[in-house]
């Protein structure tokens, strides 16, 4: 089965007067059909720009600097990392075929529109010009996302809704014109824990429902393994370990993911007085960073010499198990993005 | 809601009733009245008023009378449309005012509108191309226009139309002066009003953009702005729909502050450029202590103040659905 999407050394870099800001730096991933796909990382390691890529709505001063973002669309693939793809084409694909939800379900709906006006809006850009008809999908839509009422929600505006329905009446919006992708950039985060649980429910159902595959944004470890089929751990601008969720929480290569997981307390496995086993160090800014692997110094197991002087590539461990280490694979992401080969010195 | 209202409007009469009290007693507080004045221009001229008429006149007048006294009988009449005399051009003051109020109201109308359109369209330019040269230009300019005061750009701008052989002050030609209404008037009338039109409305105009740009630019940051974008929005169709809609709301509703304005003009700068106004009107009222007629002006203003900040409440009530409470 070819992939729905399929995004092939993606960068996304950030011109500013401080330098550049390689947000997203040689990123691959692919998501089938239906498929979930989890992308983690800590704030700043790229996970959203990644999807601002996907949709083409990178605010400045960030451009897409190279790579490929192929998508599936009826039979045809195109390029959305294509430069020469026009405005309008572009247009007809955002909110058509891929949609997304977005972490701040306060601020993302517009405080002086009423809810049906905003569901609408996406209605007649892309499936009816007859306000009858989307005035009924509306009704419809809102009615799956498990709003009571509809008929009255309709016309109530964002802010007489708490913060779990908006990000329902959100997740209307996205769907109503039966994407095939969806983008879930952290859906749950500023919402409570009982509302998270709906709301990965619901986004579950729809997913079935509609047979759509889903981007799932996310810094949360829970998350992932409750809904995703595969993982892409994203560090600094790339992806650093990739795989089956089952093979990453369970056969976990990367340092980075190992002491990730590590950090998670666990209830009843936690001594009293014990610290929590936080990762040391913070984040680099991803400000002008020389070649070399970006976790080297908050690494245990740091190689000197070799893991901060070349970019380790991302090679195949396992089946369905790729990771980006110097101490699992000997192979080397030169700058052009092609593939080199470490050159150890002799013990 | 209507409760709301009508506590509202009574709060608004109050507001005004103790307005016009303090006004009068203002008025008042320079030592001497109108006939002192009288009685200092005629010793001016060498005339020597006797202090009998000048009593007699405090007494046709009701100057004698304590302060309260003057005020309520003034105010009764106000309310059954008198509004009084004035001492200086011994013609009632609803006359005199009614003379100007059309001419203010419409130079107030002409300025609001030009400060208004220009200023939206600067800001909204400024904050789409944010740091673009036009910006730069719009900022430095808008900067200039705040900081300089109208009168001195009125000096300038006539110095500079009157070499170029164009009208300068008042608002009609000398023949059109003392004419009846015709088209031609009319005409010559429109001719005048782009001066004024433009000085009165920069400073307006300035701030307008700045309030304009800051608003929208916080507006362009918002992530319903994203939304939209990642709906399929089309980028001119989103900017009008979304963040200039939210960003217009607190201009808009400053519209009715400015209901006052309208009607009293801008005075020294309506002195300069000679135009029949209520402003310079008010201003040679007050000195001559010509009482009724600065209380009527100055009871009328409040009104409008009042009447105004009340409108501008209405407005923003109707443009934003959040303060739409219960």
Known sequence: MSPLLDVRNLRTHFRTSDGIVKAVDGVSFTVDPQETLGLIGESGCGKSVTAHSIMRIVPRPGQIEGGEIHMELEGETVDLADPALSGSELRAIRGRDISMVFQEPMTSLSPVHSIGNQIRETLFLHRTRDRKEADEIAVDMLARVGIANPRQRINEYPHQLSGGMRQRVMIAIALACRPRLLIADEPTTALDVTVQAQILELINDLQDEFHMAVLYITHDLGVIAEVCDRVAVMYLGRVVEYGTVREIFYNPKHPYTVRLLRSIPKLGHTKKGEPLAAIRGTVPSPINQPPLCGFHDRCEEVMEGVCDRHIPALAEVADRHQVRCFLHSDSIQLEDGSIGTLERAPA | ?326
Not at chain 2, 158 to 184: D, H, K, Q, R
Not at chain 2, 287 to 307: C, G, K, N, P, Q
């Open chain 2, 1 to 326: 809601m209507w409760a709301y209202l009508t506590r509202r409007f009574l709060y608004m009469v109050l507001l005004i009733l103790v307005t016009s009290m303090v006004s009068f007693v203002i008025i008042q507080l320079p030592a001497g009245d109108y006939i002192t004045t009288l009685a200092v221009r005629y010793a001016a001229t060498g005339q020597v008023v006797e202090q009998e008429v000048l009593d007699a006149l405090r007494i046709q007048f009701g100057l004698d009378q304590p302060v309260y006294i003057q005020y309520f009988k003034w105010f009764t009449n106000v309310l059954q449309g008198d509004l009084g005399w004035s001492f200086q051009q011994v013609r009632p003051v609803s006359e005199l005012v009614a003379e100007r109020i059309g001419v203010t109201a419409l130079i107030s109308v002409c300025s609001l509108t030009f400060a208004y359109v220009v200023g939206i369209l600067i800001g909204v330019v400024s904050a789409v191309f944010q740091y673009s040269v036009l910006d730069y230009v719009f900022t430095i300019v808008g900067f200039l226009g705040l900081a300089s005061p109208n009168f001195l750009l009125a000096l300038i701008l006539m110095v500079i139309i009157f070499n170029a052989g164009g009208a300068v002050g008042g608002l009609y030609s000398t023949e059109y002066l003392n004419a009846p209404w015709s088209w031609a008037k009319f005409l010559d009338l429109l001719k005048h009003i782009p001066l004024p039109m433009i000085i009165v409305g920069t400073a307006g105009t300035a701030g307008v953009a700045r309030v304009m740009r800051a608003t929208l630019l916080d507006e362009l940051q918002k992530q319903y702005v994203v939304t939209a974008r990642s709906k399929g929005v089309a980028e001119i169709r989103l900017l009008f729909k979304y963040p200039i809609r939210v960003a217009l709301n607190p201009i808009t509703s400053t519209i009715g502050w400015e209901l006052p304005a309208i009607v009293s003009g801008t005075v020294i700068t309506d002195m300069v450029l000679q135009l029949p106004t209520v402003g310079p009107m008010l201003f040679s009222a007050l000195v001559a202590e010509d009482m009724f007629i600065a209380s009527s002006l100055l009871l009328f203003l409040t009104s409008l103040t009042v009447i105004g900040t009340f409108v501008s409440d209405m407005l923003l009530f109707s443009l934003d659905p959040r303060i739409r409470v219960n």
